[in-house]
């Protein structure tokens, strides 16, 4: 990790090795696959820019090099990007929450999250959104998706209030898909609730699913639904379907 004084405003999670989508991950990164002409992570960092979250960081693990030389510093979308290399750093990808800790030093009081291998091209990360957020008293706020084909359970459900559910799985209320896109806040991954401190200096391995799962036992995240484009670009058969 590099120290900066520039805290990102978002963070695009790079660091998987993708392997479904095997073998075209053999020798190229999941989020530099080409779709539509550029490549996943770069409609991310173009959308991001849009909205005036020019500060961003990217983490990485899986053939993490070929990322940095794909987007390098950044300027030449009028950004400014910094990595966070778990590779070069551990040997191992620290999975979503354990990476973002690690991040957490370079990151702002609140920052938005999406994972650099789906593809939402309409989406918009805009600061009226970021603003409403950062002055509320939740912790994070969740954009889901109708169920894809492969997710037909879906993953959380949703209140009449705003608030995102951890249903049952035997629930028969409506569940969406977390589409990897979020708002969060620095306080949400706190030592004291999950037990690693912030920079993760000793690259512990953690899943995102289970603070949220407890966050949202306190009522403390939100969710809207997104009804845009959105595809978990998992497989090179959607691969191909995006490039038709």
């Avoid at 909205?51 to 993490?64: F, I, K, P, S, Y």
């Avoid at 997104?226 to 691969?239: A, F, K, S």
């Amino acid at each position: 990790m590099t120290a900066t004084t520039h805290k990102a405003t978002a963070m695009i999670l790079a660091a998987g090795r993708g392997e479904r989508m095997r073998p075209l991950t053999d020798t190229c990164p999941k989020p530099m696959l080409v779709v539509r002409g550029k490549p996943l992570i770069e409609w991310h960092v173009k959308a991001l820019a849009r909205e005036g979250n020019t500060d961003m960081l990217v983490n990485a693990a899986w053939l993490g090099s070929q990322i940095e030389q794909g987007l390098q510093d950044g300027a030449r979308f009028n950004t400014r990007i910094q990595y966070s290399h778990e590779g070069i750093d551990f040997g191992v990808a620290l999975e979503t929450a354990g990476g973002i800790i690690r991040a957490l030093p370079m990151l702002a009081d609140t920052f938005w999250i999406v994972a650099g291998d789906v593809f939402a091209p309409q989406f918009e990360f805009s600061k009226a959104a970021y603003d409403a957020f950062a002055t509320s008293s939740m912790q994070a706020q969740l954009w889901l998706v109708p169920n894809p084909a492969h997710n037909p359970n879906g993953d959380f459900g949703l209140s009449h209030e705003g608030l995102a559910l951890n249903l049952p799985k035997n629930s028969i209320e409506p569940k969406w898909t977390y589409s990897t896109i979020g708002l969060y806040k620095k306080s949400f991954f706190d030592e004291m609730l999950t037990s690693i401190p912030a920079g993760n200096p000793y690259g512990i391995r953690a899943a995102l699913a289970p603070l949220l799962r407890s966050a949202m036992g306190k009522g403390l995240v939100t969710a809207e639904i997104y009804t845009g484009d959105w595809t978990d670009v998992g497989t090179p058969e959607r691969l191909r379907e995006l490039n038709l």
